[in-house]
């Protein structure tokens, strides 16, 4: 069965400083990876996925992720952050062939303090 | 603005109840999925539809059921309502075949609150 770890459930930065947010996955065949923030009273939206090639993936608002097969993770990375990245950041995979389902991992919330 | 949009945006009943969700995909999507957030389940997968029919199944209860119509609108009917059940239930869709690789727009949710 395919699940994914998110080992933090917060993470506390200052603005203007590098973001980390974790993220390792377990698979039986090939990962489709995806990152997806949360902000208050909202729907999930979309950052960014992996699916095939290069292992930097960049996407929304200045995001990027590294897929690291032998490591199975999928870190989400920001160079500087804002206040306004302040939110609840999910980790998502599909396992592919196999099944069509996100199964997410349990949520980072992410505050950038002034 | 994901352009999936969810009905009503609040539900408050009580123990015992059916309600009925409503879900319209982005234009064109064929693929609607539908998911509970709660705090102590986090985000779970409850079932797909794809172009009418059930893809997937994951961890839905009996008591809820979904379908989705010709026009690809959805609907999640949740009955004999429980405290537990209370929670946010999104809905989700993504395009082309069976949404390989697609990534899923989620819409905004509809809070379900049982008293």
């Known amino acids: 069965a395919q699940s994914v770890a998110q080992p933090e459930d917060q993470v506390n930065v200052a603005e203007g400083n590098p973001l980390t947010v974790k993220c390792t996955y377990s698979?039986?065949?090939?990962?489709?990876l995806f990152w997806y923030v949360q902000y208050p009273n909202r729907g999930l939206q979309f950052l960014l996925k992996?699916?095939?090639?290069?292992?930097l993936v960049k996407g929304s608002y200045g995001f990027e992720a590294e897929f690291n097969k032998s490591q199975t993770s999928f870190h989400l990375k920001k160079p500087s952050a804002l206040v306004s990245d302040s939110a609840l950041y999910f980790c998502?995979?599909?396992?592919?062939?196999?099944?069509?389902?996100?199964?997410f991992g349990a949520g980072t919330t992410v505050t950038v303090r002034a | 603005d994901s352009g999936v949009t969810q009905t009503p945006k609040h539900l408050i009943t009580a123990t015992g109840q059916r309600v009925t969700l409503r879900c319209s995909p982005r234009?064109?999507?064929?693929?609607v999925y539908w998911y509970q957030q709660s705090l102590d389940q986090g985000l779970q997968f409850l079932i797909q539809?794809?172009?009418?029919?059930?893809?997937a199944k994951g961890n839905i209860l009996e008591r809820f059921s979904a379908q989705q119509f010709p026009d690809l609108h959805s609907e999640l009917n949740l009955s004999s309502l429980e405290l537990g059940d209370s929670a946010l239930y999104f809905c989700?869709?993504?395009?082309?075949?069976?949404?390989?690789?697609?990534?899923?727009?989620f819409g905004p949710g509809t809070r379900l609150t049982v008293l």
């Open positions: 989700a869709s993504s395009g082309s075949m069976a949404g390989r690789g697609n990534e899923q727009f």
């Open positions: 698979v039986s065949g090939n990962p489709y």
């Open positions: 992996y699916i095939t090639g290069d292992n």
């Open positions: 998502a995979v599909r396992d592919v062939p196999n099944d069509y389902k996100l199964s």
């Open positions: 234009s064109g999507d064929l693929s």
């Open positions: 539809y794809y172009n009418g029919e059930e893809r």
